[in-house]
Nanobody, 126 residues
Framework: VQLQASGGGLAQPGGSLRLSCAGS???????IGWFRQAPGKEREGVSC????????YYADSVKGRFTVSRDNNKNTVYLEMNSLKPEDPAVYYC?????????????????????WGQGTLVTVSS
């Protein structure tokens, strides 16, 4: 499956953005992870959702602020980002793994995902 992330942009501290990850085909059988990479830093896991949407996972740094969801009828996964902080700016990527609940087994790990979309840039500034 090919993925395309979108929805990035400029938000004020405390503001919100919603990212979308659109798949080229059926995503029903894929776990989807969200990752981010800031300049000079390694790519890190942010959130993950199982293929059915029944299980979600978050990094401690975003827990309570970000919400991941999916609409398999639209082949799209969303990342709602609220209460954005100065440490949130990065290029955000979505990635897929053909496993129902890969993050439940391995956590939100870069190495667990094989299909990556192009990133979308999130900037937080007043």
């Amino acid at each position: 499956v090919q993925l395309q992330a979108s929805g990035g942009g400029l938000a004020q501290p405390g503001g919100s953005l919603r990212l979308s990850c659109a798949g080229s085909g059926f995503m029903d059988y894929f776990s989807i992870g969200w990752f981010r990479q800031a300049p000079g830093k390694e790519r890190e896991g942010v959130s993950c959702i199982s293929s059915s949407g029944g299980k979600t996972y978050y990094a401690d740094s975003v827990k309570g602020r970000f919400t991941v969801s999916r609409d398999n009828n639209k082949n799209t996964v969303y990342l709602e980002m609220n209460s954005l902080k100065p440490e949130d700016p990065a290029v955000y990527y979505c990635a897929a793994r053909g496993q129902a609940d890969v993050c439940g087994v391995f956590g939100i790990r870069v190495g667990s995902f094989g299909s990556w979309g192009q990133g979308t840039l999130v900037t937080v500034s007043s």
